[in-house]
């Protein structure tokens, strides 16, 4: 009988963990969904915004210490999955228990972001415009006043997480020790070799999965994302060391 996994899931800029949510009628049960809600946003509306990475990072840490016990991964897309390396970082750093993989989605690898993405644009207009190039909002919340402000407040709030992010530090840190897969989108903006830099990230098995799609390839194509998530979580059985670039 296959041991149980947590799957800590970390939410995009601008999401609530509700996200992932659905995911548990899909997976197998082996599969203990934890979907990991930031403050401010979902059941922590009453919370104040966290807008610094480490800081958020190190609230993840506190918060999950639970969670992040016996057999355990951690996903995340766009900022979930550079708020997952960075708290695969922090544990690593602090020679805690480490995830037996980590799975990104949807974000170029840490040394290959760009810089100056987050600088400005932050008025309501530019944020709305930039949710829908994303295509992963869905439409009743344009329409609604209060959903629109929450959004744009989480969105913005967000930004200034990803934009406090240090890059150097990664730089200079040691490879993983853990499995890393990540996917990403054949019509994202994300370019092949910013998704290909996640291997120098580990010292274990890297694959790359792609599909068709922008940035939410995940809700397009579910059933077969879900699919390949599952095939790359970490068995007692079988793991996987294969690779897989190519778009």
């Known amino acids: 009988m296959q041991a149980p996994l947590s799957l800590l899931c ?107 993405r987050f600088d400005g644009g932050e008025d309501d207009a530019s944020l709305i415009a930039e949710l829908r190039k994303q295509g992963g909002t869905p439409e009743e919340v344009f329409t609604s006043d209060e959903l629109m402000r929450i959004t744009l407040d989480t969105l913005r709030a967000d930004r200034r997480v990803c934009r406090s992010h240090d890059a150097h530090a990664t730089f200079d840190a040691p490879p993983l020790p853990l499995s890393l897969h990540a996917f990403a989108g054949r019509q994202d903006d994300i370019e092949v070799p910013a998704m290909a830099a996640w291997a120098k990230e580990t010292a274990g098995a890297f694959t790359l999965d792609w599909f068709d799609g922008g940035h939410f390839f995940l809700r397009q194509h579910e059933t077969e994302f879900l699919a390949a998530l599952t095939r790359h979580l970490p068995t007692q059985t079988h793991p996987h060391s294969h690779q897989r670039v190519d778009p």
């Open 10 to 116: 970390l939410p995009c800029a601008g999401a609530s963990a509700a996200m992932y949510l659905r995911w548990r009628r899909f997976l197998p049960p082996w599969v203990r969904i934890v979907p990991v809600e930031l403050p401010g946003r979902g059941a922590r509306m009453g919370e104040a915004f966290v807008e610094d990475f480490d800081a958020m990072v190190a609230r993840i840490c506190a918060e999950q210490a639970d969670a992040m016990r016996g057999d355990f991964a951690i996903f995340g897309h766009s900022m979930g999955a550079l708020l997952a390396q960075g708290v695969a970082r922090r544990l690593q750093a602090s020679r805690r228990p480490m995830p037996r993989a980590l799975l990104v989605s949807g974000c170029a690898a840490p040394t290959r972001r760009d810089p100056e």
